[in-house]
C-alpha cells in the first residue's frame, strides 16, 4: 500500500470508527458518566468560548479529597467544577470527573487510565476536541494524580499541570516529550509536599541538561503560601496550552510504572512488567533501542517519521539489524486506532524486534 493509499485507509477507518461511537455511546455521553469494569466515573463540563477550525482544547482537572465520606469528596468534586472560572482559558471544554472510589489514592488507581482513554475520545467524537490539545491537572489528592498519570499516561496528554499534591512512587523519566507544570504552596509541609516539589524541580532541571530538547517544565514553590494557593498556580494553564501534544517524538524514554501499559507512543513491549526499560530514538531511517526486562518490543511507524517506501535499518545497543523494508498494512492502521480510539495516534506499519 502506498503512502495516499495508506492515508485514505486511516480517515476511513477513523470515520468508521467515530460513526459507531456515536451510535452506542450516547446514553453515556448524556448521562454523563462511563462505566468500565465496575468502576463508574461521572464528571461534569464547562464550556468557553467557540470552537476553533481545529477543535476545542480539554482540560480534565482532577479533585482533592482521599479517604474521607462521600459527601466530602462530592464537596470536593464541586469545587473543581467551580475552579474552571477562575483558571479557564477561552476556547475550552473544561471537565471535573468524580473519582470513582474515595481512596487515598483515587486517582492513580488501575481503573483510572481506561476511564479516561474512553472520556478523552467521546469527548473527540461528540464535542469536536483536539486529540493533540488535551490537557490535566488536578489539585491535592488530584495533584497526586498528575504525578502518577502524567509519567505513565504522557502519550495521551499535551501538557499536564499539578497543584499541591506529592508523587509517591512516581518518576519524571517518562517526561520526556511532556511538558510537566508544578506548583505547590511554600508552607505546604504536609508529607512534605514544598520539599518533594523542590526536588522534583531539580530531578528535571538534571534531565533537561542532559536532553535539552526534552522535559520542559515550569516549577514552582510560592513563598508563603499554605496548601491553598489562592489561584496563584493559574499561571500554569498558559504555560501548558503553549504545547500541542508530541504524537511520534523522535525519542522515547519508557520505565514501566507500577500500572502497566502495552503502549507508549510508537512503542509496544512483552512483557507489561513494573520497572522494566526502554530507550528508543529515530535518526533518519534508523531506530536506535535499548532496552531491559523486554524479551520483544514492537516498533509502529509512519511516514510522518521517516520514508516508509525505504529500508529501514533497527539498532539494538549499538548493533545494527539487517535493514528491512516495513509494509503500509490496513492491519496495523486498524490495531493501533483501536489500542487507544485516537485519530491521531494510528501508525501504518509495524516492525517487531526481539531483544537479547
Request: net charge negative; hydrophobic share 40%.
Amino acid at each position: 500500500m502506498d503512502r495516499e493509499s495508506a492515508a485514505t485507509a486511516e480517515a476511513l477507518l477513523w470515520e468508521d470508527l467515530a460513526e459507531h461511537i456515536r451510535t452506542t455511546r450516547r446514553a453515556e455521553v448524556d448521562a454523563k458518566a462511563i462505566t468500565l469494569d465496575g468502576f463508574t466515573l461521572r464528571y461534569e463540563t464547562v464550556a468557553l468560548g467557540g470552537t476553533p477550525p481545529g477543535g476545542r482544547s480539554l482540560f480534565i482537572s482532577m479533585h482533592g479529597g482521599g479517604s474521607a465520606p462521600p459527601e466530602t469528596n462530592d464537596e470536593q468534586w464541586r469545587n473543581q467544577v467551580a475552579l474552571a472560572e477562575g483558571y479557564m482559558p477561552e476556547d475550552t471544554l473544561w471537565i471535573a470527573p468524580r473519582a470513582p472510589t474515595d481512596d487515598w489514592n483515587m486517582w492513580f488507581k488501575d481503573h483510572i487510565d481506561p476511564l479516561f482513554d474512553r472520556l478523552i475520545t467521546n469527548m473527540i467524537v461528540f464535542e469536536g476536541i483536539d486529540p493533540n490539545r488535551v490537557y490535566l491537572n488536578g489539585y491535592s489528592a488530584g495533584g497526586d494524580g498528575v504525578y502518577q498519570l502524567g509519567p505513565r499516561m504522557a502519550d495521551r496528554f499535551a501538557a499536564v499541570g499539578m497543584s499541591a499534591g506529592h508523587p509517591n512512587d512516581a518518576s519524571p523519566l517518562n517526561l520526556r516529550n511532556l511538558p510537566f507544570a508544578l506548583h505547590v504552596g511554600g508552607d505546604d509541609t504536609a508529607f512534605e509536599r514544598n520539599e518533594v516539589a523542590l526536588e522534583w524541580g531539580e530531578m528535571l532541571d538534571a534531565l533537561q541538561v542532559q536532553d535539552p530538547e526534552g522535559y520542559a517544565h515550569q516549577v514552582e514553590v510560592h513563598p508563603g503560601l499554605p496548601h491553598w494557593m489562592n489561584l496563584a498556580d493559574r499561571v500554569s494553564i498558559p504555560f501548558m496550552q503553549g504545547y500541542t501534544r508530541s504524537v511520534r517524538p523522535h525519542r522515547v524514554v519508557w520505565r514501566q510504572p507500577t500500572t502497566t501499559q502495552a503502549r507508549f507512543y510508537w512503542l509496544r513491549v512483552r512483557p507489561e512488567e513494573p520497572g522494566t526499560h526502554v530507550e528508543a530514538r529515530i535518526e533518519g531511517q534508523a531506530i536506535h533501542v535499548a532496552a531491559t526486562g523486554v524479551q520483544e518490543l514492537d516498533v509502529r511507524l509512519s511516514d510522518e517519521m521517516l520514508d516508509l517506501d525505504a529500508p529501514v535499518t533497527v539498532v539494538v545497543d549499538g548493533v545494527a539489524l539487517e535493514e528491512t523494508l516495513v509494509p503500509r498494512t490496513i492491519r496495523v492502521l486498524h490495531d493501533t486506532l483501536l489500542e487507544r480510539e485516537d485519530p491521531a495516534a494510528m501508525f501504518a506499519g509495524e516492525l517487531t524486534v526481539t531483544l537479547p
